[in-house]
């Protein structure tokens, strides 16, 4: 993989902007692009390169567990440390992805960036627990809702004293006419 294509995904993050040119030549030297095609399990069940912090260039993942937790678009990242006990991230169109050694770039270290950028993801990205008890939630309001409607439908008065036996047989039969 041509360095120069490294160097160009690199720069559509901001993350990189300020690192001179020996650090950017050793990245390049270091890092791959990886094009995956879409419902492909990029990370996880012993998949991936877990060694590696991903930056999504094209594309967009879902990292789900047993239910879906989050959407990653372009310009997202993910792999700094986030929880991903019983998780994976799938792609959910066709995705392309530069991997850059999480050793490595930890050591790049301007002002703390990649451990504050870890951080925000473990408190951004939805734990377990918290999934779950949304699932419950969401099962919670569907069944009240559904309560709701049926108790406003049948404990609805009547606006009329017409009943079925009041409207002409040849109504309720109605296309058969033809056929009597």
């Given at each position: 993989?041509?360095?120069?294509?490294v160097?160009?995904?690199?720069?559509?993050f901001?993350?990189?902007?300020?690192?001179?040119k020996?650090t950017?030549?050793?990245?390049c030297?270091?890092?791959k692009?990886?094009?995956?095609n879409?419902n492909?399990?990029?990370?996880g069940e012993?998949?991936?390169?877990?060694?590696?912090?991903?930056?999504?260039?094209n594309?967009?993942?879902?990292?789900?567990?047993?239910?879906?937790?989050?959407?990653?678009?372009?310009?997202?990242?993910?792999?700094?440390?986030e929880?991903?006990?019983?998780r994976?991230?799938?792609?959910?169109?066709?995705?392309e992805?530069?991997?850059i050694?999480?050793y490595?770039?930890?050591?790049?270290?301007l002002?703390?960036l990649?451990?504050?950028i870890?951080?925000?993801?473990?408190?951004?990205?939805p734990?377990t627990?918290?999934?779950?008890?949304?699932?419950?939630?969401?099962r919670?309001w569907?069944?009240?809702?559904e309560?709701?409607v049926?108790?406003?439908?049948?404990?609805?008065?009547?606006?009329?004293n017409?009943?079925?036996?009041?409207?002409?047989y040849?109504?309720?039969?109605?296309?058969?006419?033809?056929?009597y």
């Open positions: 993989m041509a360095n120069n294509e160097e160009t995904a690199m720069m559509r901001e993350y990189f902007h300020k690192w001179n020996e950017i030549a050793e990245c030297s270091l890092a692009i990886k094009k995956y879409e492909v399990i990029i990370l012993g998949i991936g390169f877990p060694n590696y912090v991903y930056f999504v260039l594309g967009r993942c879902k990292i789900i567990e047993e239910l879906y937790v989050c959407i990653l678009n372009p310009l997202s990242c993910f792999g700094f440390g929880a991903m006990d019983r994976m991230v799938v792609t959910t169109e066709p995705t992805c530069l991997l050694p999480h490595w770039l930890t050591q790049q270290t002002n703390n990649w451990n504050k870890g951080i925000f993801l473990r408190r951004h990205i734990s627990e918290y999934v779950f008890k949304e699932f419950v939630n969401q919670k569907l069944k009240h809702r309560e709701l049926e108790q406003i439908l049948f404990t609805k008065k009547r606006t009329s017409n009943q079925i036996s009041n409207v002409p040849f109504l309720r039969i109605g296309k058969n006419i033809d056929s």
